[in-house]
């Protein structure tokens, strides 16, 4: 089977730095991928992670560890737009994606 | 590009009444995807095509049958609903592996 493990939620201050972790047991893993979904809203694609490493897309960084089975979305400088819940899903063999419980960020003033 | 569109956007149906969700997108992509996400919950994958003219079943495929119906368009039938049903229904396409998400059908079933 497959698990993905998140915090249901996390709060932060506008302006500061927010990670997310994720942490995932599986089979046949080709990646991690971050989606971020408003409330009502769909998902939408953040980032990918094939190899170890960062990737950065403007204020949002995700990194991968796949000897560890971990992988984190970090936020920075962040905006009250970035109230949302941040889903990790690992990618398996076809592109099917697996989805984590999903982390809910509250941004405050 | 219009992207991944879904319809109907709301739906409420009776125990044991039918209906069809209808997904279509215009991006050229190969795979199609239904999930279900429950409140407060991540999404499960229902079906899924890897192409035209293929579907096979993802992890909660019980009371759903799909339709690959060409390279755009992927249906998702519920042939008896049931209160369990009652979830907010969403279709994805993808090209390489990068998923692109409908904007969902809220259906409750009463």
């Known amino acids: 089977g497959q698990s993905l493990e998140q915090p249901s939620e996390v709060t932060a201050v506008e302006g500061a730095i927010v990670q997310i972790n994720c942490t995932y047991q599986?089979?046949?893993?080709?990646?991690l991928s971050w989606y971020q979904q408003h409330d009502g809203g769909a998902p939408t694609f953040l980032s990918y992670n094939a190899l170890d490493g960062l990737e950065e897309t403007g204020r949002f960084s995700s990194f991968l560890s796949r000897s560890d089975s971990y992988g984190y979305l970090l936020l920075q400088e962040l905006q009250m737009k970035d109230s949302a819940s941040y889903f990790c899903a690992v990618r398996n063999a076809g592109n099917m994606l697996t989805f984590g419980g999903g982390t809910r960020l509250m941004v405050k003033p | 590009n219009a992207g991944v569109t879904q319809t109907p956007k709301f739906q409420v149906l009776k125990t044991g009444q039918s209906m069809t969700l209808q997904c279509a997108q215009d991006m050229n992509h190969n795979s199609m995807y239904w999930y279900r996400q429950d409140p407060g919950m991540g999404l499960r994958l229902i079906y899924y095509?890897?192409?035209?003219?293929?579907?096979d079943k993802g992890e909660v495929p019980n009371g759903y049958n799909v339709s690959r119906l060409n390279k755009r368009e992927f249906s998702l039938r519920l042939e008896s609903a049931a209160p369990s049903q009652t979830s907010v229904y969403f279709c994805?396409?993808?090209?390489?592996?990068?998923?692109?998400f409908g904007p969902g059908t809220r259906l409750t079933v009463t």
């Open positions: 095509s890897a192409s035209e003219g293929t579907t």
């Open positions: 599986t089979s046949g893993f080709y990646g």
């Open positions: 994805a396409s993808s090209l390489q592996g990068d998923q692109y």
